[in-house]
């Protein structure tokens, strides 16, 4: 079966530091992973996907299939980075619509 | 395109009711997934329909079903309705071509009292 951890439940740093939230996954085939965001009182979105290689809102997440991890980085975080952010497993084949999702970590930046 | 919608945005119900959620997805995208999200957990994956046919189902109970209809939207029921299954439950659509890229609603809160 496939699982996602999320350690940190709560990541506070301050304004311009570097920001990591952890992401490890098992699963025994090709996973696909997402890192999603949910702003206050907004829905859930996708951040980025491991397959693009994008950086989206400066944020990186390289697929580290030896460590099984997905870590989400920022090099500066800003206050608008303040969210509660999902790691999210995929299959692929006929299971790609189904999603299993980390507990979620909320991230506030301070000025 | 006002993306996924669903409604109703909050319900609330008692033991042992029954429940229908609805969910419209994004024009063109004929996959809906459902989830529940109990507060504090990340979202849990319950049903996902492609093309009006069930491709997945989570680890819910039976009194869990869903639905998807020729416009591709999408009706989750609950029956016997218990005290646990208070959460806030998201529609997600998708093309359905391949990938996981999906994009989420903003979901109903259900409330059992």
């Known amino acids: 079966a496939q699982r996602v951890t999320q350690p940190e439940k709560l990541l506070s740093v301050f304004k311009g530091a570097p920001v990591e939230l952890k992401c490890n996954y098992s699963?025994?085939?090709?996973?696909?992973l997402f890192w999603y965001v949910q702003y206050s009182r907004q829905r859930l979105q996708l951040l980025l996907r491991?397959?693009s290689r994008e950086s989206i809102k400066g944020f990186t997440a390289d697929l580290n299939k030896g460590e099984t991890s997905f870590h989400l980085k920022k090099p500066f975080a800003q206050e608008e980075d303040s969210a509660m952010y999902y790691c999210?497993?995929?299959?692929?084949?006929?299971?790609?619509?189904?999603?299993?999702f980390g507990q979620g970590t909320i991230l506030t930046v301070h000025p | 395109d006002a993306g996924v919608t669903q409604s109703p945005t909050h319900l609330i119900k008692t033991r042992g009711q029954q429940v229908t959620l609805r969910c419209s997805p994004i024009s063109g995208h004929k996959s809906v997934s459902w989830y529940q999200q109990v507060l504090g957990q990340g979202p849990q994956f319950i049903f996902q329909?492609?093309?009006?046919?069930?491709?997945g189902r989570g680890n819910f109970p039976d009194r869990f079903s869903a639905r998807q209809f020729p416009n591709y939207s999408s009706e989750l029921n609950v029956n016997a309705l218990l005290l646990g299954d208070s959460a806030l439950y998201l529609c997600?659509?998708?093309?359905?071509?391949?990938?996981?890229?999906?994009?989420f609603g903003p979901g109903t809160r259900l409330t059992v009292l």
């Open positions: 491991h397959i």
């Open positions: 997600a659509s998708s093309s359905g071509q391949g990938g996981n890229e999906q994009f």
């Open positions: 329909y492609y093309e009006k046919e069930e491709r």
């Open positions: 699963y025994s085939g090709s996973p696909e």
């Open positions: 999210a497993l995929g299959r692929g084949g006929t299971s790609y619509g189904k999603l299993t």
